[in-house]
């Protein structure tokens, strides 16, 4: 295909950004419109790429390249593969809805919006970027708006809890570009598929390994390094803490795989049991301070530790049941928590309050909203026939053919996930109608209905029939485990095609 749909997926958002300070300063009731049908674009290329996806083909997909610097080889190249492929669809299927349940922002909105678009194209610039500098260029660029959505559009404490993601993640990056630079200038070349021939000497995985797993790590965020992502989601508004739960959090477990399996596979085997003992920490420790949670999106914001602590496990179990798991719980994790934190907006709009006491018996006056909260727990529960149990499963299945003991441990943390997403329902939905402020809440309009049900029928389609996604994913997690096992002496444990697991629940 001549026409460059990578592209227009990636600069569509940026340019329509700039489009929106075209609008007269008379017509600021255009702005929401525009800016959701600018979001459609790069959501039109990621049905499009889907659709024409070739799932026999385990490399790059709809690639283009093009050269920048000879010297250094440093070019404008991106493409797509089954690993990265579900995360583009994700992320374009997220904004337009983020766009859409953000009605509620008055103050700024031109600039709100040119934020949310401008992040969009970081977002899909870091899962298409085949280029170590133009990942870097992408991965450093999302940091600007989501500073600006939390830091601006935020709680009372939104210039701390800015701050502090932003350091956090700065932090990281520095040893990121570091490692980054040192890749590029002894291998002669910055391309990602050029740099997977050239062969990495042991003690130089090891450095490596450890620059890029902090960035990653923290992005993810993986404990300890979890304690800005509290602060960020209960600051930010409703469409960040929606992409910061969606999209975000997913760059840190993508570059696990991306890059540090990838690219150090030697490390990456020896480490297997620190980055598989941090994941179930995380597990058991979020699912724990979720539990005691009085405000209920600092509960989700817990759980987010918690559930990416099962994709990291998944990614580290060095299996291809573990990694197709990793994979497709990301995409299952952005479906929920992000459908969580809509719920979470829509409540705090009518009642201008997160905590849980000051509800009770809203099932009564708003049953809808109770319909789709309790679809949206049970999936992150991991109820059969719905997206979190397919994850959750293959994550402990491939997890438990290497790393026996972290899989039982973790297991512990889907009945803990029980307890708080359970108990949390039971104590805002159920029983009578007691605080006289809740007896007239209006129940869900057809604008939030329109925003949910998108991510409802994907929790449901992949929990019902996971075939075809797993297809997708699973030739190129193949081909990163035979590189592994080709490049190492790591035996590969195996129980077969995933495929042939995923024909139903």
Known sequence: MDFPIVSTLVLAPALGALALFIVPQTRREVLFPLAFGISAVPLAAAGYIVWEFDKEVAGFQFTENVLWFTDWDVGYRVGVDGISLFLIALTALLFPLAIAASTSITSGTRAFLASLLFLETGLLGVFVSLDLLLFFVFWEAMLVPMY????????????????????????????????????????????????????????????????????????????????????????????????????LLKLGTYGFIRFNLALFPEASVALTWLLATLAVIGIIYGALVAIVQPDLKKLVAYSSVSHLGFVVLGIFAITTQGLQGGVIQMVNHGLTTGALFLLVGMIYERRHTRMIADYGGLARVMPIYAGFFLVTALASIGLPGLNGFVGEFLVLLGSYLSLEVWAIVAAFGVLLAAVYLLWAYERIFTGPV????????????????????????????????????????????????????????????????????????
Not at 192 to 218: D, K, N
Request: hydrophobic share 50%.
């Open 148 to 247: 600006f959505i939390i830091g601006i559009w935020g709680g009372e404490r939104r210039v701390y809890a800015a701050v502090k993601f932003f350091l956090y993640t700065a932090f990281g990056s520095a040893l990121m570009l570091a490692g980054i630079l040192w890749l590029g200038l002894d291998g002669g070349s910055f391309d990602y598929t050029a740099l997977l021939g050239v062969e990495i000497g042991r003690t130089a995985q090891f450095w490596l390994f450890g620059g890029f797993a902090l960035s990653f790590a923290i992005k993810v965020p993986l404990f300890p390094f979890h304690t800005w992502l509290p602060d960020a989601h209960v600051e930010a508004p409703t469409a960040g803490s929606v992409l910061l739960a969606g999209v």
């Open 434 to 505: 007691d605080k006289p402020e809740n007896e007239k809440l209006l129940d869900l309009s057809l604008r939030e209905k329109a925003i949910l049900v998108p991510l409802v029928a994907g929790m449901v389609f992949l929990g019902v029939y996971p075939k075809p996604a797993l297809d997708r994913i699973e030739p190129a997690v193949e081909r990163l485990m035979e590189r592994i096992e080709a490049t190492t002496d790591y035996d590969v444990p195996d129980f077969g095609s995933v495929a042939d697991l995923a024909e139903g629940p």
